[in-house]
Every structure is written in C-alpha cells, then in structure tokens.
Nanobody, 123 residues
Framework: QVQLVESGGGLVQAGGSLRLSCAAS????????MGWYRQAPGKQRELVAV???????NYADSVKDRFTISRDNAKNTVYLQMNSLKPEDTAVYYC?????????????????WGQGTQVTVSS
C-alpha cells in the first residue's frame, strides 16, 4: 500500500506565495517521476509541473516563471514552491507519483494520487 499526503495549501492574496509538500509513504521499491496537477472549478485537471528522479523538470506555460518543483528523495517528498500567485491559480492541487513496487510476483509501476489540497488566491 502506498499513500500520498499533500499539505501546505491555503488562502493567500494575489502576489503571495505558498509551498506545497507531498510525502509518499508505504512499501515500494522506488519513486520515479513525481508531479503536481491542479483542477479549478469547472475545469479539467491539468499538469502543473513534473520532476523525474533524474533529468530536467517540466512546467505548464502558465506557471513556469513562477513555480518551482523540487524533491527530497531521503524524505520521499516532492515540493511545489508557488510565487507571485494569481487568482487564476486557485484550484485543488493534487500530488502524483509514479511508483515501482513488488506486487503479485513482479515489479510494477503504478501511478498514485494524493487527495488534494486547496489553494485559493484572492484579489
């Protein structure tokens, strides 16, 4: 069993900052790519940022100059530093991780989701 738990959401004024955290726990062999998604009211869930276990990060165009994704492998945690927040950033932010674990006699990679944390940016 694997769990992802997000934290750090809240209410901020436009121009403010928040730092989201997502910690993975449970039994697994490795965490591969980790990412953040968000879903605004009336909108589909969209990719915000992705960080692989190695290589370069990737950001949505709407956030790439303002958000920074990072990870601490020793803590099995991924972060999203959000600066210069705008009202249009208001959404539920979801952590996602591609995790390899030994199950049913073989190694398999499974995508896991956190339950989300609300980010609200006021004008």
């Amino acid at each position: 069993q694997v769990q992802l738990v997000e934290s750090g959401g809240g209410l901020v004024q436009a121009g403010g900052s928040l730092r989201l955290s997502c910690a993975a726990s449970g039994s697994f062999a490795s965490i591969n790519a980790m990412g953040w998604y968000r879903q605004a009211p009336g909108k589909q869930r969209e990719l915000v940022a992705v960080i692989p276990n190695g290589g370069s990060t990737n950001y949505a165009d709407s956030v790439k100059d303002r958000f920074t994704i990072s990870r601490d492998n020793a803590k099995n945690t991924v972060y999203l530093q959000m600066n210069s927040l705008k009202p249009e950033d208001t959404a539920v932010y979801y952590c996602n991780a591609d995790i390899t674990r030994y199950s049913l006699g073989y190694m398999r990679s499974v995508s896991y989701w956190g339950q989300g944390t609300q980010v609200t940016v006021s004008s």
